[in-house]
Nanobody, 117 residues
Framework: QVQLVESGGGLVQPGGSLRLSCAAS????????MSWYRQAPGKERELVAA????????NYADSVKGRFTISRDNPKNTVYLQMNSLKPEDTAVYYC??????????WGKGTLVTVSS
C-alpha cells in the first residue's frame, strides 16, 4: 500500500525558511521519481520541484528557482523540500507525489504553508 505523509508545514514570516518532509512507504522508493506540488486557494495545482533517482537530476518551477531545493534520502525513504526566502505568494498546501512503476501517481494529503507577517 503506497503511503506518503508530509510534514513540516506551518506559519513563517516573509524571508524566512521552512523544510518540508515526505515519508514514503509501500513501493520501491529508490527508483521512483518524487515531486512536490502545491495548490493555493482558487488556483490550479502546480509542480514545484521534482527529483529523479539516483539524485542529481532535478526540475523546478521558475517561481521557486534559486530559493527552493528538493533532495532525497533513499535509505530513509524520505524526500525534502528546503524553502528559503519565502514570499507570501508561496502560501499553499504542499503535496508530496510519487511516480510508481512509471504508470501511476500517488499523493499525500498535504501540509499547509502560510507565509505572512
Amino acid at each position: 500500500q503506497v503511503q506518503l505523509v508530509e510534514s513540516g508545514g506551518g506559519l513563517v514570516q516573509p524571508g524566512g525558511s521552512l523544510r518540508l518532509s515526505c515519508a514514503a512507504s509501500g513501493f520501491t522508493f529508490g527508483i521512483s521519481v518524487m515531486s512536490w506540488y502545491r495548490q493555493a486557494p482558487g488556483k490550479e495545482r502546480e509542480l514545484v520541484a521534482a527529483i529523479a533517482s539516483p539524485g542529481g537530476i532535478t526540475n523546478y518551477a521558475d517561481s521557486v528557482k534559486g530559493r527552493f531545493t528538493i533532495s532525497r534520502d533513499n535509505p530513509k525513504n524520505t524526500v525534502y523540500l528546503q524553502m528559503n526566502s519565502l514570499k507570501p505568494e508561496d502560501t499553499a498546501v504542499y503535496y508530496c507525489s510519487a511516480l510508481v512503476r512509471s504508470t501511476a501517481n500517488y499523493w499525500g494529503k498535504g501540509t499547509l504553508v502560510t507565509v505572512s507577517s
